[in-house]
């Protein structure tokens, strides 16, 4: 009896006893799946294109191989360095500046003892985070508008010229990404707060029975607390540093100050979309894509090996 | 000495968060002020906290531009369908992912978190949509953006905590997994449904990348299309005052923020009743799952 079930049981291989066991869970995940295959996954193999001189009439297999031709073209073409250039920049300006912008709030807002400041601060300075980039590119161009504008109404108030800051290259990185820390700040402090409620208040204690000042007590015991959260938060975005948001910087950038706010996506979509140029554009898209990878895996590797906080 | 050093770095502090604060909402308050204002105050640059001289004359302009008017609709129902399936999809997939025991678990686990590190790019992705068709349609607006990798890790993290011996009774009373999971799971967890749902919906309502990449015609321009159209390209002129329908002078600038808080209003409407919500499901996403 229990031989012949066991028997029964070896004759169904192992993989399709769990499929049949799991099919409900499967058939639930499938439309999931189908997702990412069509709209993330085919667009990957899409990049062969950037190989091929992609004939809208012909598609995409029967296209004629070209090779490395167009990254040649990008590599050597004189926009190179300066979409380069403005797009490392950009990255890195925003990464310096709007990365410690939310761990420095969530501090302040974990000194507050008035519960009623704390909370206040918080509502109001989520907001931002689910206004459209249109409505804040938006606002950005009116309330800066040399003649209408609120900014200039002020410097002008002030015994100051007006500057018309959207059509001066030398302002576009200033305002997008303070323009960034602003919408973004808020809703970004909210895993930093959770990593600090999770902190043991016991180490406050000993900390304090050890004689330490709040102060002493933030660099001892709060800052090594979050310190994963901020790793892994840090190598996400270091991901970014090449990727950033296209939406915004395509809204407030103009040809007047292509100087230093064209950055690759924005070309991309002009080159792409714009002139045909397919691709040319899938070529700076694998380009971006492959160093962006390299970054997080770099980053990923640095901090596993010094920190032992790491994404994978 | 320590004390007066402690209370000073709190004041400090804490107009320091007033400031930011105030950062944050006088904006709106600015704009809501200058587009109740009547034309010579606006003019003048008078309007700095509350309205002068109340009127509600560019939003009369702005309620009745047809443009407006179609992109309300659009918005409407891009976020209606959109968050639906995408609610739906994401859903399912959530569920099915959080059994761990699940045949292929992880192949599908990493498959799906590789996508949040490298992505095909803007031509691929356009490539592919116009492929099966979707330029210019109400699915070019839905499907390409329908799963987001990370809504769909803070719902897995969440059905993760659902209590097994709950789903093990339903089991035994002769349930499947699907119904289990309509029965069962989607009563008791009402709460994620209704936080990623806002999630989906607002991010559906900003959208303008896959407006701007996948839709040509006018008659299918969402809010975000039509906002930019009429104030970044300024299509509403470019002289300071403008005349609209004859001899009705309107300030440029009020009739741009009427359509700015037109086009956001909704959103701060609701924003109030539904912040505690989104609070708690971006804490649920820095949870590692």
Known sequence: MERSKAAAARRTPRPIRKLNKDKYLLLMVLPCLIYYLVFRYAPMFGLVISFKNYNLFKGVWASPWVGFKYYHTFLNSPDFVDLLRNTILLGVTKLVFSFPAPILLALMLNEVTVSFLKRFVQTVSYLPHFISNVVVASMVLTFLSPSTGIVNHWLKGLGFHAVNFMSEPGWFRPVYVLSEIWQHVGWETIIYLAALTAIDPLLYEAARIDGANRWRQTLSVTLPGIAPTIIILFIFNIGDVLDIGFEKVFLLASPAIYSTADIISTYVYRVGLGQGNYSYAASIDLFTSIISLIFVCTANYLARKFSDNSIW | ?289
């Open chain 2, 1 to 289: 000495m320590r004390n007066v050093r402690l209370s000073i770095m709190s004041l400090v502090i804490g107009l320091v968060l007033l400031a930011l604060a105030v950062s944050m909402i006088y904006p709106f308050l600015y704009m809501i002020s200058v587009s109740l204002s009547s034309d010579k105050y606006v003019i003048k640059g008078a309007v700095s906290l509350l309205p002068r001289g109340l009127s509600f004359k560019v939003y009369d302009i702005v309620l009745h531009d047809p443009r407006i008017y179609s992109a309300y609709r659009n918005t409407f129902l891009y976020v209606l369908l959109g968050t639906a399936l995408s609610l739906t999809v994401t859903s399912l997939g959530a569920y099915a992912l959080s059994k761990k025991s699940m045949l292929l678990h992880s192949t599908f686990t990493y498959l799906i978190v590789f996508t949040m590190f490298f992505n095909g790019g803007m031509i691929p992705t356009f490539l592919v949509v116009r492929g099966l068709g979707l330029i210019d349609s109400i699915w070019g607006m839905v499907l390409p953006t329908a799963v987001s990798t990370w809504n769909l890790i803070i719902m897995r993290t969440f059905f993760a905590g659902f209590p097994t011996e709950l789903e093990e009774s339903g089991k035994i009373d002769g349930l499947n997994d699907i119904q289990v999971f309509y029965y069962l799971v989607i009563p008791t967890t009402k709460a994620i449904f209704a936080t990623i749902g806002l999630f989906y919906a607002v991010s559906i309502w900003n959208n303008f990348y896959s407006a701007l990449l996948y839709l040509r015609s006018q008659d299918h321009f969402p809010l975000q299309v039509v906002l930019r159209n009429i104030i970044l390209e300024g299509q509403v002129r470019s002289t300071n005052v403008t005349s609209v329908g004859g001899d009705q002078l309107v300030v440029e600038e009020s009739l741009k923020y009427a359509v700015i808080m037109v086009s956001t209003l909704p959103i701060l409407l609701v924003y109030p009743f539904l912040q505690k919500y989104f609070v708690k499901g971006a804490m649920i996403g820095s949870i590692k799952g």
